[in-house]
């Protein structure tokens, strides 16, 4: 396979169902090899950064789309009914996010037309397919001539209304909202999560509808089933049909990837002053940033490891936390890779350590006994106003008031502006910090930056230019962007990536285990060149 050069790897690939991971033709079975091959492909996104996210692009209804998703463990998003919708599931939670057209008059509008269509002509209700919510559709037996008859008396009826569009096919016929297509869907996509753009997606499909999201792509493929018009138009071609072919797309692209990543681990820096320490975030670098994932006992135990022998070999650093956490959860965390001293918590508030039976915290100047009483009464008074989201709420804070969510969930944001209506309507002198899933209220000026400045403040002979700051989301950059070296694991923000000094190839706490593994060789290397000297 030859494989051409990319500036940008491929963050997600956005696949049409029908004709690309099904058949065209109604009622064949399904290619459950290829599909079984692209699930553990899938499976692989969050490890593997070579791997790009998989996200549905369908004219389909939801029930459909989440079954396909369901066969491929592709539950991140998918495109619903031709760009009417974005959907994202979380258990029992369906979040959606919706093309502007979608109103509640709109779809009145669409229930009225459908009836009265079907009243006038129920010669066409068999051709109907059922369980669509955000546009009408007629399906049929290819070169069935009740498909010209059809949308002929479609037209019609709608006559002059041109609140919605006849879209006719090789054996369909759609109708929707003017300007509501897969490519509008996919700008919905780019809203809901901002580390996707143009730049860095691919698209597989197999008719010329799908051009409408296939144009808005970096790269753009399609299936040996494609149409004509695609052929043209599309970067690659595969050799294989319908799911056979997506899946070797899929595996070019995961090519092209794995050949840019190899150049940028060829490019990345090194660090110039031997690195004495580590401080490091938890979430999303030591630990998982997925809720409700195991830790990994066996890399935390060797990064446990590596903080035993820093004892007594100085080419391995310390390592410190730098965190958002709660005392008690971040000096277990500290029990667990056996590194007593010295912890920052509550992103920057103070500084902890264990001695013993006792624990010591040196906190903020600015976090006063009256504003502690004030961060109490806020998230007292806000809870009693709004108890629906006392479960978003990080309890055991004492310095900070935290929300988390689900990513993609609608809750984030109202429960955003409710607290910044309270603030605003309580004259509170708050910062609110925003992450991809949550957010913190904290005392103006304090953040993990100040906080590790303290830290180094109680490390005798410690500078920030022999500190490596590791870290995932942008809240790490305020302090990692005072030390002497930067870097990060895979899965870190597009913000951190374009950013730091160096970028794991894989994420969290293999890529944290990898930083720390390069860092000890590159304070081997400055060591010899030391003694050389």
Not at 93 to 115: A, R
Not at 145 to 161: Q, R, Y
Not at 498 to 511: L, S
Request: proline letters at 4%.
């Amino acid at each position: 396979m030859i494989v051409s050069p990319v500036k940008q790897l491929t963050k997600a690939v956005i696949i049409d169902i029908d004709g690309c991971l099904t058949s065209k033709a109604f009622g064949q079975p399904l290619d459950l090899d290829s599909l079984r091959q692209i699930g553990e492909i899938s499976k692989e996104y969050m490890r593997d950064p070579a791997i790009p996210m998989i996200v549905l692009n369908t004219g389909r209804d939801l029930n459909h789309t989440e079954l396909m998703a369901k066969i491929l463990d592709a539950f991140h998003y998918f495109i619903i009914e031709a760009g009417a919708a974005l959907v994202s599931i979380h258990g029992a939670q369906i979040n959606y996010s919706f093309h502007p057209s979608i109103t509640d008059e709109s779809l009145m509008g669409f229930d009225s037309l459908q009836m009265g269509f079907l009243d006038a002509h129920p010669q066409y209700r068999k051709y109907l397919q059922y369980g669509k919510r955000y546009m009408i559709t007629f399906l049929f037996d290819a070169d069935d001539p009740a498909k010209t008859h059809c949308a002929a008396d479609l037209k019609k009826f709608i006559g002059t209304n041109d609140s919605f569009v006849v879209d006719e096919g090789h054996n369909f016929i759609n109708i929707t909202f003017p300007n509501v297509n897969k490519g509008t869907g996919l700008e919905l996509l780019f809203q809901s999560n901002t580390e996707l753009t143009r730049d860095n997606i691919a698209g597989i499909g197999d008719s010329t509808g799908d051009w409408d999201f296939l144009k808005l792509c970096a790269f753009s493929a399609c299936p040996a089933n494609g149409s004509d018009s695609l052929k043209e138009r599309c970067n690659y071609v595969a050799d294989g049909p319908e799911a056979r072919g997506t899946l070797e797309i899929l595996h070019y692209i995961i090519e092209r990837n794995r050949h840019a990543i190899r150049q940028l681990r060829a490019s990345q820096k090194s660090p110039r002053h031997p690195i004495k320490a580590v401080i490091t975030d938890i979430n999303g670098t030591i630990d998982s940033a997925i809720f409700g994932k195991a830790l990994s006992l066996d890399e935390v135990g060797r990064i446990r490891d590596l903080v035993s022998r820093s004892r007594k070999d100085h080419a391995i650093p310390r390592i410190f936390l730098n965190t958002g956490w709660d005392m008690t959860y971040t000096l277990l965390y500290a029990q667990l890779l056996d590194i007593p001293q010295y912890h920052i918590i509550e992103r920057g508030a103070a500084v902890v350590s264990i001695d013993g039976p006792f624990v010591h915290e040196k906190v903020d100047h600015r976090v006063t006994p009256e504003v502690i009483e004030q961060i109490a009464k806020f998230s007292t008074g806000f809870i009693n106003k709004h108890p629906r989201y006392q479960r978003h709420q990080q309890v055991g804070k004492k310095y900070t008031l935290s929300f988390q969510f689900e990513i993609g969930s609608q809750e984030f944001s109202d429960c955003l502006n409710d607290v910044k209506r309270h603030i605003e309507e309580n004259k509170f002198d708050f910062d609110i910090e925003e992450g991809p899933n949550f957010f913190n209220v904290g005392v103006p000026g304090i953040d993990k930056g100040t906080g590790a400045a303290m830290l180094v403040e109680m490390l005798p002979g410690m500078k920030f230019e022999n500190i490596a700051g590791v870290g995932d989301s942008d809240g790490d950059w305020t302090y990692m962007q005072r030390c002497g070296f930067t870097a990060c694991p895979s899965n870190a923000s597009r913000f951190l990536r374009e950013h730091c000094d160096y970028v794991a190839a894989r994420p969290e706490t293999e890529g944290t285990l990898e930083i720390l593994e390069r860092v000890i060789g590159w304070n081997i290397e400055l060591q010899q060149k030391a003694g050389k000297g």
